[in-house]
């Protein structure tokens, strides 16, 4: 009898566990809402865990419990050390050049924070200029983004601890290597994810946006309301700091700006979401100026891209979907169009040694094309390859950097020469695998409606696609947000051991412009998921993989979308990875940036948006009774974008529906946040457990 015990499959191991899972207290509390009762019994587990001693207890039991059932995959510990070789090469972040000076991240191997590198002038040997590695005991604390002042020579810094979105801003000299006693806090990213920070050009201080203190006990909760604009003397204390900026009648309001290249004119955007509500222009110089209404559109975007000779000139979305330039002159307040929309979709651009250097997406794949400031096309700049281009930027001698990535090409740094248009390598990393040996392919498939939707696989070299085999289907669709060619280290564990990937362009993206994202947002969201069952049904058709051998992954609206499309089609998967998920489609917009999702989910508030959100919303309606795939959600306890409790009430009404035999469970990371500033430890430990969960779920063999 006791070797018939040991005998027994992992499967009836995993079954036993899940039926022992942690059960989850359920209260009464529910809302009325325009005439429907909603209940919400797990509203408790909304507390911040690192304050309430209940749903820390919650969070310890879950825990352990996904540990003992994640402990018995076959192959996890093995995948683990693959994942960390997979690793251990250089990665090379955007660079940044100001006055003689080129700034670049690069995490050398295993390091679990990116140190910032500088070259100190053309030619010189690199040399490090600030390592986080040393700043905290469990390599929590990251550097999240650098600002080097007009010359480069100071750096202003955000420090990111534990992955919380708040930042603390510092200041280094680069010669010296010497930190400054200047220290601001409660800065944290627009609405728009980009940290602002742009130098005065005589070094005196900086503009930066910062939000009010908040309540100690709601300070990872509290909603981001109230950003204001200010500017820093260096030298003096951040109470001190000069309001320059503010929207007290409307605290939704989020503020981003770009400061011109000559330092004189600061350019203001006010948005809600993706969409601004007004474009102004301040000057400087003149502390009694009040901000110009350049614009006023609220369904529009600008970006300013340079300055030429008092002329300013803007990417917009204005009357162009794929987006168009303009160029902007305060003195008769006109805008003209410089560069008309096309085809392809125009995603960023710059000016540079008198050109317009823009960068665009021709069916998710980049290119790179020259302008004349009067739009005169000047032809083509060759890439590396098919990929994605990130962090234009004009360097000491005339030359353009950008970093390059693809599916099997790892991020490198390249330099390109505008007047051959020409690319070559800069700081290129070798990667741990041969690039021959990965493949890639885009194939279009329909729709329910019949919009044609874009979508990249990539397998192992002569990997028989039409051969059924354990996939992982991959996606997002929403705010605007562009899925294009990338390298994954992580993704390659999967691929190496014969598993296929496939990542669809869902409309709620960016790929083909304002058109595509409005497609598949507020009223339309529907669509994403139409596209993501769709993306599913056609791996299937063509052979490429089979409903038990499929499973699917996203993260924060892409978390959602996995729960919205496993709820409306359990069937179809035999596994699910949803990641820091905004889960609760009624509650979203009372905590942190939600009130910002709005724009692209709809306002609960609103009584046509609440019926289109309570029709998705993952946490209500999971469909006792039918069987579901194994799933594995997983958050951090210091999330305070889309903050734990989505996930938390999520998993506590699955595990308490009748969804069938499969395992239900929730990883939750320890001081980590939504993504960004995770250690290379965690991401291994993480991916690892997540890869082996799908794996045994999908039936493909980690083991040889």
Do not use: C
Request: no cysteine.
């Amino acid at each position: 009898m006791r070797h018939m015990v040991l005998g027994l499959s992992l499967g009836l191991i995993l079954m036993t566990s899940v039926n022992a899972a942690p059960v989850t207290r359920a209260d009464s509390t529910s809302d009325v809402m325009f005439g429907v009762t909603v209940a919400d019994p797990y509203r408790w587990l909304e507390a911040d865990v690192r304050q309430d001693a209940q749903v820390k207890d919650w969070v310890d039991q879950q825990n352990q419990f996904t540990q003992a059932t994640l402990s018995t995959l076959p192959g996890r510990a093995a995948l683990a050390a693959r994942l960390g070789a997979l690793m251990d090469y250089d990665r090379y972040g955007a660079p940044i050049a100001a006055g003689k000076h080129l700034f670049f991240t690069r995490s050398s191997g295993l390091q679990n924070q990116a140190p910032l590198y500088v070259i100190d002038a053309p030619g010189a040997t690199p040399r490090l200029l600030i390592d986080p590695n040393g700043w905290a005991g469990d390599h929590a604390t990251a550097l999240a983004s650098t600002h080097p002042s007009h010359d480069g020579g100071l750096v202003a810094y955000q420090i990111q601890d534990g992955g919380t979105d708040w930042r603390q801003v510092r200041v280094i000299e680069t010669r010296t290597g010497k930190i400054l006693p200047d220290q601001l806090d409660w800065v944290k990213f627009s609405s728009w994810n980009i940290p602002r920070l742009s130098w005065a050009k005589d070094n005196s201080g900086f503009f930066y946006t910062r939000f009010p203190k908040p309540d100690p006990a709601q300070t990872f909760q509290t909603q981001a309301l109230n950003q204001a604009i200010y500017f820093h003397k260096l030298g003096t204390d951040q109470a001190a700091d000069r309001l320059v900026y503010a929207t007290p009648d409307q605290p939704d309001l989020g503020h981003d700006f770009d400061l011109t290249d000559d330092g004189a004119s600061l350019v203001i955007y006010s948005h809600r979401g993706e969409h601004q509500a007004q474009l102004r222009l301040l000057d400087v110089h003149d502390p009694h100026a009040k901000p110009m209404v350049v614009k006023d559109r609220p369904d529009a975007a600008f970006t300013l891209i340079g300055k030429d000779h008092g002329t300013l000139y803007f990417t917009t979305d204005m009357d162009a979907p794929r987006g168009q330039i303009l160029a902007f002159d305060p003195k008769t307040d006109m805008f003209k169009t410089v560069v008309s929309q096309n085809t392809a979709t125009l995603m960023a651009a710059r000016l540079h040694q008198g050109l317009i250097v823009a960068e665009y997406l021709e069916d998710v794949k980049a290119a790179l094309h020259l302008f004349k400031l009067d739009g005169t096309p000047q032809g083509s700049a060759s890439l590396p390859g098919i990929g994605s281009i990130a962090g234009l930027t004009s360097a000491p001698g005339g030359d353009l950097y950008y970093t390059f990535s693809s599916f099997n090409t790892p991020t490198g740094i390249y330099r390109l020469d505008v007047k051959t248009k020409t690319s070559s390598p800069f700081l290129v990393p070798k990667a741990p695998i041969d690039p021959a040996s990965i493949s890639v392919s885009q194939v279009f498939y329909p729709s329910k409606d019949g919009t044609k939707i874009p979508m990249f696989i990539i397998a192992k070299t002569g990997l028989d696609l039409t051969t059924p085999r354990p996939t992982l289907l991959y996606g997002y669709g929403g705010f605007n947000i562009s899925l294009t060619p990338g390298y994954s280290p992580t993704r390659l564990g999967w691929i190496e051991k014969g598993g296929v990937l496939a990542i669809a362009n869902l409309r709620g993206g960016g790929e083909y412009g304002s058109a595509w994202h409005d497609a598949g947002r507020g009223t339309h969201k529907q669509n994403v998921f139409d596209d993501f069952i769709a993306a599913a049904e056609f791996l299937i058709a063509r052979g490429t993989t089979t409903k038990t051998q499929l499973a699917i992954q996203g993260g924060s609206n892409g978390g959602l979308l996995v729960g919205a499309v496993v709820n409306q089609r359990p069937d179809l998967f035999a596994a699910a990875l949803p990641a820091v998920g905004v889960m609760d489609m009624l509650r979203f917009h009372l905590f942190t940036e939600g009130a910002s999702w709005i724009a692209d989910y709809g306002d609960p508030r609103d009584e046509q948006g609440f019926k289109t959100l309570i029709a998705y919303s993952p946490y209500h309606t999971i469909k006792s009774g039918v069987d579901y795939p194994a799933i594995l959600a997983t958050t951090a306890d210091t999330d305070d974008r889309v903050v734990p409790g989505h996930t938390f009430k999520y998993v506590a009404a699955l595990q308490a529906a009748a969804i069938g035999p499969k395992p239900h469970l929730v990883r939750i990371e320890t001081r980590a946040g939504h993504g960004a500033g995770k250690p290379t430890d965690k991401i291994i430990a993480e991916y690892a457990d997540m890869w082996a969960f799908i794996a045994y779920h999908t039936g493909l063999d980690l083991t040889h």
